[in-house]
Structure formats: C-alpha cells, structure tokens
C-alpha cells in the first residue's frame, strides 16, 4: 500500500506524517486527462502536507513566496486586505499560470471589529462590441479550444480594481507600500517552481508559443522553462511600481491600457474588440452575500455571477437531514448522498445562475429552505443515482439551459490578521495561463469561455449568455463559516473549474460534520459529480468504490482531481491552516 493511501485512511486521527515527500507524476498522462476531462491545470504532483498552528495571525496562499509575501505585511501590522493586496501582486509573478493582475476575483472580507460581512465583485467584464453571437461560427458555436486562445476571449480585469476599492475601505497600510516585496523578488528574480515548470513543459495552451511576448517568457531560447531557474520579470516590476503610485488607473487607463487594447484586438489568433473606454468604466461591485445556516452554523459565499455561495449552500443544506458522520467520508453511503445532491445542485446552477444584473433573478430563491427541503425529497442512502433536472425556484421563469467549459483556472487565498479580520479570494485568469497574451509582464485572462457559447436553447433566451458589460458566470466559491454566536470559524477556498463547487462543499462536511480539522479535511479523497459522471480521485481508497457506485447506477470514472483547497481554522483559542497537498501552497503566520 501507498504512503498516500496511507495518509487517506488515516484522515481521522491527527496527522503527524512527514510534509516533505513528493510523489512523482506522468506528465504525457496528466496532459491526456487533462483534455478528455475538462480540467483547468494538468495534476503535477502530491505532497504530503500536515496542519500548521499560529497564534496571532496566517497567511494560506499557493506558493510560498505569496504566503511569506502577505505574513510580511501582516508583521508590520497591515490588515488581512492589505496582505491579500500583497499576495495577488506576488502571484502574478510566481503562479502566473494561475491568476495575476491581468484577471479578476472574488474577495469576502470579515471586519471582525464591527462583525460585518463584506463582499467585493471583481469578475470581468464583457467589452461593449460584444453580442449573443460572440463565439457562433457560421451557424455553430466554436470549439471551446478553438476560443479560448487570442483576444476574442479577454474580458476587461478587474482584480486590481476590486482590491483597491476594499483597501479604501479596510486597508490600514499605504496602497504604494503593499507591492514591495513582489517588485524587488521581479527585478532580482524567483526561482521557477516545479508546478510551473510542469505545465510549461506540458505544452498544452495552444497558443502561448504563437505570441511572441509569451514564447520569450516561457520558452527563452526556445526552450521550456525549468525547474529551479531564477527568472526575473523587469516588465512586471514596471507594471506593479506604476499600480503602486497611481492605483488601478496605471492599469485601467493611459499607456498599459493602451497596450492591452491593442493586445487583444491585433491578436494573430481570435483578433478581440475591446476599447479604452471598456477599461476605463470598470468598475467593482459590492454585492450582499450568500448565507444561510446548516447545523446552527452560517455558511457564507459569493453571490451571482459567482455560483459559488448559492451551490455551496445548496448541496449542504439538502444533506442536513442526514447523519453523515455515522458514515465514512471515503464510504459508498456517503458518496451515493453527497452526488444526488451535488447533481441536484449543478442542474440549478447551469439553468438559473448568471450574472443576477442581466438576469432578475434573486438568488434568495434559491436557497429558500421550503425550495431546498423539496428539493432533497428523494435522496436516499441506497438510491441508484440519475441525472437531476432543474427545479423550479422562480414561477414562470422563460429561461432555457445553457452550458459552458468553465476551466477556471485559478488560485485562493485565506488570510487572517492579528485583530481578527479575515480574507477569503479566489482570483482567477481562467485556463491555464488565460488567453496565452502577454502585456507588460502579465498574461490577459481568457474568462469570456465561461459564458454559454449559444444564446438560446429551445428558442429560450440562456441566462449565461454572452452580452456587452455583462459578467461570466463562475464556480468560484470563496467561503467563511460563523458559530451561532457570530464568530469566525473557517476560511476557506479553491481552485479547480466548474469542480469548485464540489470541492468546498466536501471540506465543509468533513469539518461540519466528520470532525476533522481544515488540513485533514482538506486531504479527504475527491469526489465530484456534476449532473454527469461521478468522479473519483486516482490513487486514494475512495477509488476502490467503483464498483459499488457502479452498481448504483453511477458512470464511475477515476481520476487525477486537482484542487487547490486552502483555509483557515479557528479551533481551541489557536489558527489552524491547512494547504492543499496536491499543489504548491503553504501556511505561514506567528
């Protein structure tokens, strides 16, 4: 047996096993998988990870310069925002296949003080020449793959904007001093991870050799980056130096914005259309968050276009009537539970949730409990399982389903600082390495693919349909959980495309509801179903149940399932921080 498998079994007890062991990884396989599944980042390796413990204040972000990058700015008493600001800055440097400045994010802030939950919308946006038709080639959508390169798939970011507009607010710190340490790490250089240089070498963007700024990055002298390199990015440092003295303005308008226009519309690949003005009149939104209460505990998320706050809380709360911790978090009794309801779940989220602005339609419908208790009738413990259809939350709602490739591929941050204050942002450029355009030392997104490729559906309008200004739905789930008594007790997020969903609902119900703590939570066996196949984490035990899931009536496949989990626990007056082993990250605090 596998000291991975190991690990597994013995999710319940605390884990005292070595954090330094890297299980090796066939990359040719990854690659394979990563296009027959859907998955935003080929898997890259497995490190066995234990939970860390501060006192004051934690840092939990996927790479360790970012996380020592934040735990700097909370030394020199900075707020959780002030260190998410620093922490974005840095993985747009060192993750940047991931997120960056050139994408957008989702941020939940909890000022502790006034004990008020804050949420802040930074999704980007649709440029103004768009239409329904956007991605429809003759008379047929294009091929995902075929849109995602080029500048025909840029929204307009706004993670640079979001932070500035929460920092307003919750910063404590100087805006211009929260990018230091990311600048001087640009000029002087980072050394290049092993995950990083796994996906170069993967070669699977399509189009990141085709541009020129990219292919000098990524593949100096024609070769892939590597493992362990020191690799400066001058331009970068240039770009954030510019952030730090004039704000999102650097960015949004004048000579960079300028740059990303031009970017995007002579792109050799999917030209763009996007214009001055669309960078320009971005503008974040604070929007209410989505709560609601399971086991006497508050579950709070992002509201739409976000879905990640309304299917979180709905696979949770069609759970509730059941007693899961009499059975085991890898056992088939709760897989064949946990799938109906995630099935239920995603068939709400693909007919129902867009960006509510466009859409009128009130998430609190969703999550209404009189909607969720009919939607759980029928989930049983031996019930063969099927695909679910939508419900029906809102009367006479004319709206038709639409589906979208949603491979977010993305990056969380859980941050707590010392006067309790708490960050939870997912911030994303969409696949990996975004469009594959490169702009002053950052990639642009490609996260217009999260719209629904056809308009309409059955000659029904789709809700998640391309439109100008509008915002793409998104998986992403930043989440805070609250005791009856108001407190902060868990931060929590990931990566991982539309999986995301799926990701954070089973971390929840193994702290809520097996008892364990974040990381051994966090290094539960994956399962996920998104009303189509159950899929089962390759190499764990949970594996070992296709064939009693295939007998309930479960089209099994076992795979690679690549979260990037990261959180927060607060638990016996201590922090405890959890980092998904599955990727690169680390929790770091005092």
């Known amino acids: 047996m596998s000291r991975r498998s190991v690990l597994f079994r013995a999710s319940l007890v605390p884990l005292v096993i070595s954090s330094c062991l890297v299980f090796g990884v066939n990359v040719g396989a990854s690659a394979k998988q990563s296009t027959e599944v859907g998955e935003p980042e080929a898997a890259t390796g497995y490190v066995e990870k234990k939970a860390f413990e501060a006192k004051e204040y934690m840092v939990v972000a996927a790479n360790p310069y970012a996380s020592w990058a934040g735990k700097n700015i909370l030394e020199k008493g900075g707020s959780a925002l002030d260190a998410a600001v620093a922490v974005q800055s840095m993985l747009s440097l060192v993750e940047p296949q991931s997120s960056g400045i050139g994408g957008g994010a989702f941020i939940l802030y909890w000022d502790n003080k006034n004990k008020v939950l804050h949420t802040f919308d930074g999704r980007e946006t649709a440029p103004r020449a768009v239409n329904a038709h956007w991605f429809i080639k003759g008379n047929q959508p294009m091929r995902w793959i075929d849109a995602v390169v080029g500048g025909k798939s840029v929204g307009v970011p706004g993670a640079v904007k979001a932070l500035e507009m929460a920092h307003r607010d919750f910063g404590k710190l100087p805006w211009n001093s929260l990018f230091n340490d990311t600048i001087q790490t640009a000029e002087e250089g980072f050394k290049v991870s092993p995950r990083l240089a796994k996906l170069v070498a993967l070669d699977y963007h399509p189009g990141l050799k085709t541009f020129a700024s990219s292919s000098v990055y990524f593949y100096p002298a024609g070769m892939p980056l590597q493992e362990g390199v020191i690799k400066k990015n001058r331009k970068l440092a240039k770009t954030l ?16 914005a300028q740059k990303i226009v031009d970017a995007v519309n002579t792109a050799e690949i999917n030209p763009g259309s996007m214009t001055l003005e669309d960078l320009a009149n971005y503008e974040p939104i604070k929007r209410e968050p989505v709560c609601g209460l399971y086991h006497e505990k508050r579950i709070c998320g992002m509201a739409p276009p976000s879905s990640g706050g309304v299917n979180v809380y709905q696979i949770l709360k069609m759970l509730e009537g059941f007693n899961l911790s009499q059975y085991g978090p890898d056992s088939v009794e709760f897989v064949n539970l946990y799938t109906q309801a995630s099935a239920k779940s995603y068939a709400d989220r693909e007919k129902f949730i867009a960006d509510s602005d466009y859409t009128n339609l009130p998430f609190a419908a969703m999550i209404n409990t009189a909607y969720l208790e009919r939607r759980a009738q029928g989930i049983e413990v031996d019930k063969k399982w099927r695909r679910a259809r939508a419900g029906e939350p809102y009367a006479d709602a004319q709206i038709a389903l639409g589906r979208s490739m949603e491979l977010a591929n993305t990056s969380h941050v859980s941050i707590v600082d010392k006067e309790g204050n708490a960050v939870s942002m997912t911030t994303s450029i969409e696949f990996m390495f975004g469009s594959g355009l490169m702009v002053e030392g950052f990639l642009l997104n490609n996260q217009l693919t999260d719209f629904s490729f056809s308009p309409t559906e059955d000659r029904f309008p ?41 990701y954070v609902a089973q971390t929840l119900i193994g702290v809520l509801d097996f008892g364990l703590d974040i990381q051994q939570a966090i290094n539960l066996p994956k399962v996920t179903n998104r009303n189509d196949y159950t899929a089962l984490e390759k190499g764990t035990p949970i594996a070992g149940l296709e064939g009693l899931l295939s007998e309930l009536g479960h089209n099994v496949k076992v795979v690679d399932l690549n979260s990037g989990l990261h959180g927060i626990q607060f638990k016996s007056g201590k922090l405890i921080g959890g980092a998904d082993p599955r990727r690169e990250g680390i929790a770091v605090g005092r």
């Open 241 to 256: 130096r510019g952030i730090a003295e004039k704000g999102s303005d650097y960015l949004l308008k004048g000579e960079v």
């Open 462 to 502: 789709v809700p998640n349909r391309v439109e100008p200004g509008k915002r793409p739905r998104s998986a992403m789930s930043p989440t805070m959980v609250f005791d009856k008594s108001g407190n902060l007790e868990v931060v929590l997020g990931s990566p991982g495309g539309s999986r995301i969903v799926s």
